[in-house]
């Protein structure tokens, strides 16, 4: 796996993005990430989709390295680490759990986070919350319009759009920061791109395998 990384700071603190679709808080040693939407493949293929059954399990192994390059002691998923339970996925994650278990995991509840806590406690999530305010930073799954604090959120899976040739436009995944609100990209694989839903004044870190590029 190529790991490229950018630098930045935001509220007041310096992290780490990289092009595997997550950041890292040096300071915390803290991996952040969102939308990870464990079961979804398996939930599709079970409804007749022809999906790759490789999709999840290559989110999990991207997340394993990732843990092991940063060296990371805790774990913030901004919100939708569930999609279905009770498939290969969600055991999957079962056993990705057996070989970080000194990981702290924190879930901030997304949309499709509608399980039991008991259930997640289970999956080895340690703490569970709607939002979480840590060292100033606000973490919340859904970007809010006005926080007096630096926030991080997912749900979006933000996304541009490139020209790239005469009638040839091809979609990223990126970061975007939106005034005071810093926009996660999905973490798995296997979700869209919303290219349309931030306003013109939005900064985009845009990435690809080989490195990143800002709009």
Same mark, same amino acid.
């Given at each position: 796996m190529?790991?490229? @990384?950018?630098?930045v ?7 780490? =993005? ?13 991996? !952040? ?8 493949t ?8 022809? !999906?790759?059954?490789?999709? /999840? ?6 997340? %394993? ?9 805790? =774990? ?6 569930? /999609? ?13 759990? /057996?070989?970080?278990?000194?990981l ?24 569970? @919350? ?15 319009? @006005?926080?007096?604090?630096s926030?991080? %959120? ?21 970061f975007? =920061? /939106? ?30 395998? @080989? ?5």
């Amino acid at each position: 796996m190529n790991i490229v @990384e950018h630098k930045v700071t935001f509220g007041k603190h310096d992290f780490i =993005l990289n092009n595997q679709r997550s950041m890292f808080w040096p300071k915390h040693q803290m991996l !952040i990430l969102s939308d990870l939407h464990l079961g979804k493949t398996a939930h599709l293929r079970k409804n007749g989709f022809a !999906i790759p059954s490789y999709t /999840h399990s290559h989110d999990i192994q991207r997340l %394993s390295e990732l843990i092991q390059y940063y060296q990371a002691q805790q =774990l913030i998923i901004v919100g939708d680490m569930i /999609h279905a339970k009770n498939n290969k996925e969600v055991m999957a994650w079962k056993e990705f759990h /057996h070989e970080n278990s000194d990981l702290k995991m924190i879930l901030i509840k997304g949309n499709h986070d509608r399980l039991s806590n008991a259930f997640l406690y289970d999956l080895g999530v340690h703490q569970i @919350e709607n939002s979480f305010l840590f060292d100033g930073i606000l973490f919340v799954h859904e970007p809010i319009s @006005e926080s007096e604090h630096s926030t991080i %959120s997912g749900h979006i899976h933000p996304g541009v759009q490139v020209n790239l040739l005469k009638n040839n436009r091809k979609s990223f995944p990126c970061f975007a =920061l /939106h005034q005071n609100i810093l926009i996660l990209p999905a973490f798995s694989l296997f979700t869209g791109l919303d290219t349309k839903s931030l306003d013109k004044n939005t900064k985009y870190f845009a990435f690809h395998s @080989e490195g990143f590029f800002f709009i």
